[in-house]
């Protein structure tokens, strides 16, 4: 497990499956850990032992920062772009294929595509300090991957909020109102017996029943593959800007 660069890891016991993610920088996300974090979930997805998905990141601070601002500074083509932002668009992909329920475990802040994963996962328990924010349109390319997830969950209205004031933390209380969290705990122990009972509820449950479930949860995103590439396509154009180029290199000069 290397953890200078970041890990993917899959737990699996009693028909539950724990997924955790990490990376030094808040648990944003290089294109390595995009793709293993994809890899695991489809991989777990056809495991037919597993009743229940938990996703979850390292540490707690941050759940996830978003785009690796590292990555991004060192696209140069639209090729390179597409690419990375597909990443998201896997991850989001194999979530919302997997036959199980996923849990996903919000221990902090959700920034970007974290906030696509808190979205994208079928029951998000959070801590009262999971405030979370769209930052896209601050850096000049949108939340055009994460969207349709985002807009799914919590609805147009809530979406716009976020991705228009992109600057502005909304707080997990708020999050919770909107539905992009079930449940809000004050402390990291009660969310944590929160998704022990819930996780082990449905590994006990019918995963027939689980299955049909999920299939009504997410009908009417059947085009998402297409979808989610054409929206990375529009991101992997915009990052090549001299607005982001500009507004990353004054964000890693201030992280010096």
Not at 89 to 116: D, E, F, S
Not at 157 to 166: C, E, G, K, N, V
């Amino acid at each position: 497990m290397d953890n200078d660069h970041g890990y993917v890891s899959v737990h699996r016991s009693h028909g539950i499956s724990t997924i955790e993610f990490y990376h030094p920088q808040s648990n944003s996300l290089p294109g390595k850990i995009l793709h293993e974090l994809a890899e695991a979930i489809h991989n777990e997805g056809i495991n037919a032992d597993i009743k229940v998905i938990i996703l979850r990141s390292a540490g707690e601070k941050t759940f996830c920062a978003g785009a690796s601002f590292e990555e991004l500074a060192a696209i140069q083509t639209e090729a390179a772009g597409e690419q990375f932002f597909s990443g998201f668009a896997h991850v989001i992909n194999a979530m919302r294929k997997a036959p199980q329920l996923i849990i996903a475990r919000i221990q902090g802040k959700c920034v970007g595509g974290g906030v696509g994963l808190a979205a994208t996962a079928d029951y998000a328990i959070a801590t009262t300090g999971a405030d979370v924010k769209l930052s896209e349109l601050a850096v000049g390319i949108g939340p055009f991957v994460v969207g349709p997830a985002v807009e799914r969950k919590i609805g147009l209205s809530a979406f716009s909020q976020l991705a228009i004031d992109a600057a502005n933390w909304r707080p997990a209380e708020w999050a919770k109102q909107k539905g992009l969290y079930a449940e809000l705990h004050a402390e990291i122990s009660g969310m944590d017996e929160s998704i022990h009972r819930l996780a082990n509820f449905l590994s006990q449950s019918s995963i027939t029943a689980i299955k049909e479930l999920k299939h009504v949860f997410w009908q009417g995103t059947e085009h998402w593959d297409d979808l989610l590439h054409k929206r990375a396509s529009v991101s992997g154009k915009l990052v090549l800007s001299d607005y982001t180029k500009k507004f990353i290199e004054q964000f890693k000069n201030k992280r010096k």
